[in-house]
């Protein structure tokens, strides 16, 4: 199998997070030929071991799901990863896997998530705004400069994700229930979905999974509970999501002064169904609750000095895919990308010329 040429022409990408990771193998023809998930590779969190075996892991898996030798080396590894930014730590984690797994891949491309995001759905640039288990935003120039606003992390930032919701939702509920600010809304809702999700009896309780048990994961997951509670007409949380699209459409205004280097062509009007305007592409699962962020993101945009045009899609593959690509490109190939495939808009702004 080893001395089969087609077995060292795929190319690996590598969609890392806080909360889970996917991988694809893609065929220098653009054909994905294997997929997979694993566990969260955001190395600030979960550590450079356990980051490092979970993406040798998945790579693995993927190698197999392929058809293809585990111990052929991929002809190229891009990974999108949270916290993939610090020029220095990116060095050390290339290093560390050439030396721990020298069958892994011939060549490794790391950049962080953002990145990724907008090189599964353009070439041509545009704004990807993150807001999964943490928030994230760059704009990327057609020239390949990039700009950025955010992805400092829990304890400095990301405001607007899963976790910035769940922590102001039960942060308004403490401060209600101690009388030390009055909530906006009723807490009494929130109070037992909170209970029911963390399966503690009072509030003390929950001290334990943000101090001596600590998840970032696990917290940012009551904010699935909160959509739920909130499309069931709960004003306190639909309060806290719209703070949140408020606090999302804050990151665009931050990086919309460098966007006017971004010019639509031809080939981007194709590829967005002829919707002229900046693309900015949302990556991540609170973007599924769309309908209870979209008055707070859109009164931030509104307000904002520079209209523009803009259009906020989402992908339809995992941002491994750009990964993969950015990969490839670094080691000197151009794969072939379907981004018509990869994305769909699911809202147009006509915004001011």
């Known amino acids: 199998v080893a001395d089969c040429p087609g077995m060292k022409r795929l190319h690996g990408g590598v969609e890392g997070g806080g909360t889970s990771s996917n991988v694809v193998l893609i065929a ?13 590779t955001n190395h600030w969190l979960v550590g450079v071991d356990r980051c490092l075996l979970a993406i040798n892991e998945m790579i693995e898996e993927a190698k197999k799901q392929a058809g293809s ?13 949270s916290g993939g930014e610090q020029e220095d730590a990116v060095a050390k984690l290339v290093q560390q896997l050439k030396d721990r797994y020298p069958n892994l891949s011939e060549s490794y491309h790391i950049s962080n998530d953002a990145i990724g995001g907008i090189a599964t ?9 993150i807001s999964g288990t943490g928030s994230n935003c760059k704009l990327v120039n057609g020239d390949g400069s990039v700009v950025g606003c955010g992805g400092w992390g829990h304890l400095l930032g990301d405001e607007g994700s899963a976790y910035w919701i769940s922590h102001l939702a039960i942060k308004t509920v403490f401060d209600a229930r ?20 963390f399966q503690i009896p009072d509030r003390m309780a929950l001290l ?3 101090y001596r048990s600590f998840e970032k994961s696990k917290i940012a997951g009551f904010c699935r509970v909160l959509a739920t509670v909130a ?11 719209r703070r949140a699209g408020a606090e999302l459409a804050r990151h665009v205004v931050a990086v919309m002064p460098e966007a006017d280097k971004v010019k639509p062509n031809e080939t981007l009007a194709e590829l967005f169904n002829g919707v002229h305007g900046l693309p ?6 609170v973007w599924n609750s769309w309908d209870l962020l979209k008055d707070g993101f859109l009164e931030v945009m509104m307000e904002a000095e520079q209209q523009t045009r803009f259009s906020l899609i989402q992908l339809k593959q995992t941002s491994a895919v750009g990964a993969a690509s950015l990969g490839a490109r670094h080691a000197g190939y151009k794969l ?5 495939d990869n994305v769909s808009i699911f809202y147009t702004h006509g915004g001011k010329r």
């Open 69 to 81: 030798d585990p111990g052929v080396p991929l002809k190229s590894l891009g990974m999108s990863l």
């Open 121 to 129: 759905a353009t070439d041509r640039g545009g704004i990807v705004l």
């Open 178 to 197: 101690d009388n030390l600010r009055p909530a906006p809304h009723d807490t009494s809702l929130v109070l037992k979905a909170m209970y029911d999700y």
């Open 28 to 40: 220098e023809d653009g054909t994905i030929v294997a997929k997979g998930d694993g566990p969260p």
């Open 231 to 241: 499309h069931d007409g709960d004003a306190l949380s639909r309060s806290v999501f």
């Open 208 to 210: 334990t999974h943000f």
């Open 280 to 285: 900015i592409v949302c990556v991540g699962c």
């Open 336 to 340: 072939p990308m379907r981004y018509a």
